[in-house]
C-alpha cells in the first residue's frame, strides 16, 4: 500500500494498492477509482471496503473544503475522537464509534447536533481537517476552551465537555448564550480554522431569505433557545 497526498489547497487522498490490499470508508465517499477496485459492505452499515482485486489499483478521496488530510496511526492506548465529517478513511483494522453527542434546539448546529466519531481499533486513518490547522498539546490539568465548530481532533486522553456560558451573545448561536468546548489535558488537540458548520452560518447572510431559512432549520444561524 502506498498513499499520496495531492494538491495543496483542497487535498486529495490517493491510494495505490497491490492485489489483496484494501481501505474502509464511509459508504459512497470515494472521489474516483481505478477498474480494478472493488466495492463491497462488510459488518457496518456505514463504511464500505474497496479492494483491489487481481491487479493493482488505485482509489481517491477529496477534501470537501480547503485544508489538510492527516495521516495517523491507530492502535491500543491511540485513540481519536474527530468532528462528524473528519474520518476520510483507513485500514481495514480501523473502527469508528459513536464518541461524543450534544443536541441544540437551533444555530449551526441544530438538526443533529454536535457529534464527535471515535478513531479506534488498529490500523492507519486519513482525517480531514478544515482551513489551517493549529495543534495544542496540553498537559496534565491544563485547559483550552474552543468554539465547538473549531474542535477538529483530539487524542481520547483529552476530556470534552461542552459548557454553557449565558450573558455571552455569540452570532452562531443567538441570544444571550454562548457554548465553549472545553478540552482537558494531557493530550494533543487539533484546531480547525474554518469548519463547515462556521462556513455556512458566515454565508447565511448573503444567500436569498428562502435559502437562509432552510439552513437555519438544519443547522443556521438562527439562535440557540
Not at 462528524?84 to 449551526?108: K, M, N, V, Y
Amino acid at each position: 500500500m502506498e498513499e499520496q497526498l495531492l494538491g495543496t489547497t483542497l487535498p486529495v487522498l490517493s491510494v495505490c494498492l497491490d492485489p489483496g490490499e484494501s481501505v474502509v470508508a464511509e459508504t459512497g465517499e470515494f472521489s474516483w477509482m481505478t477498474d480494478s477496485i472493488q466495492m463491497s459492505t462488510g459488518s457496518s452499515l456505514f463504511l464500505s471496503t474497496y479492494t483491489a482485486k487481481d491487479a493493482p489499483g488505485t482509489i481517491a478521496f477529496a477534501a470537501k473544503l480547503p485544508g489538510s488530510i492527516m495521516g495517523t496511526e491507530i492502535g491500543p492506548g491511540t485513540e481519536y475522537l474527530v468532528h462528524r465529517h473528519g474520518f476520510l478513511a483507513g485500514t481495514p483494522g480501523i473502527e469508528i464509534s459513536a464518541g461524543f453527542q450534544q443536541s441544540f434546539s437551533a444555530g449551526i448546529f441544530a438538526g443533529e447536533g454536535l457529534v464527535l466519531q471515535r478513531v479506534g481499533g488498529q490500523g492507519r486513518a486519513w482525517i480531514g481537517l478544515a482551513g489551517e490547522v493549529v495543534t495544542c498539546n496540553l498537559a496534565p490539568g491544563e485547559s483550552l476552551r474552543v468554539h465547538p465548530g473549531h474542535v477538529g481532533m483530539f487524542t481520547a486522553s483529552v476530556s470534552f465537555q461542552v459548557m454553557r456560558v449565558p450573558g455571552i451573545a455569540n452570532r452562531y448561536f443567538g441570544g444571550d448564550v454562548h457554548h465553549f468546548a472545553v478540552l482537558s489535558g494531557p493530550g494533543s488537540v487539533w484546531l480547525q480554522s474554518m469548519p463547515m458548520p462556521v462556513l455556512a452560518a458566515s454565508l447565511a447572510p448573503y444567500l436569498p431569505r428562502a435559502q437562509t431559512h432552510s439552513m437555519a432549520e438544519g443547522g443556521g444561524a438562527d439562535g440557540i433557545k
